[in-house]
């Protein structure tokens, strides 16, 4: 357990907000329990969706504690970058749906987490940045790697070598957040998208994300998808939507 996160489900939606004042800064101690919690929540076939918040007004996250680096040096660096790596590649991971609800602002490593999400809600008054360069650092909590990957090349580079803070507005423009609410609303708007989210078949929304993920680095166009198509039809799941929709009601979906 960690008092820096705290944990919460309403329905089929679970809700992890950074809390570490006053900047929700990520450490050992959080980065490990967040690698463990959505190990958990992998477990639990109840849990359908996942966002993530900050919490208070300002901030998202502001990523690392700097102080950990200028006192640790290359060993806490080491410690650092492994669980940077390990926690957000489970948030990348999470089987189901992952929103980022973001905030204010989105730093660094508080970025990253929002990277790792399949979707990202920025408030209006949010930033977001890599500032690693900044201070002899960079990226490593796949800042590099993600950032091409939803601005393409050119605007990652102008954002990590360049070292520009986008606001939200540009960020919903060059693909770097999904949609812009109200300040205040972001969480709201998140909860909403995780209910429509969950009202589809865990089991498909689990398929659907490892494929969307293997698309990075495959060649295949079409063949990719044959096997875990056909492998639904072993799932509860798969017989219980035609049946509902055949049946004209709600689904109950067993996520199995």
Not at 121 to 146: D, F, N, Y
Not at 169 to 183: C, D, H, K, M
Not at 195 to 212: F, G, H, Y
Request: net charge negative; hydrophobic share 40%; proline share 4%.
């Amino acid at each position: 357990m960690s008092s820096k996160l705290k944990i919460s489900i309403k329905g089929n939606t679970a809700l992890i907000t950074i809390n570490n004042p006053p900047a929700n800064t990520w450490d050992l101690e959080s980065l490990s329990f967040l690698e463990e919690t959505v190990e958990g929540l992998n477990s639990n076939k109840e849990i359908y969706s996942l966002i993530v918040t900050g919490e208070g007004e300002k901030f998202f996250s502001a990523g690392a504690d700097l102080k950990v680096f200028h006192e640790g040096g290359k060993e806490a660096a080491k410690k650092m970058a492994s669980a940077f790596s390990d926690a957000f590649d489970a948030l990348s991971n999470f089987r189901g749906f992952s929103i980022a609800a973001i905030n204010g602002f989105a730093m660094g490593g508080g970025l990253e987490c929002a990277l790792a999400c399949d979707v990202r809600i920025a408030e209006e008054q949010s930033r977001l940045a890599l500032p690693e360069p900044k201070v002899g650092l960079l990226p490593c909590g796949g800042g590099t790697q993600q950032l091409p990957r939803l601005v393409g090349e050119g605007w990652a580079k102008r954002i990590i070598l360049g070292g520009e803070q986008i606001k939200a507005n540009q960020a919903l423009t060059i693909g770097l957040v999904e949609e812009v609410t109200a300040s205040g609303k972001s969480l709201e708007k998140a909860f909403k998208l995780a209910e429509q989210a969950n009202n589809q078949s865990p089991t498909s929304i689990s398929a659907c994300k490892k494929l969307i993920h293997e698309a990075r680095t495959s060649s295949e166009s079409y063949s990719n998808e044959k096997e875990p198509f056909v492998n639904l039809f072993d799932t509860n799941d798969q017989a219980e939507g035609v049946s509902a929709f055949l049946e004209k009601r709600d689904p109950n979906w067993k996520n199995a």
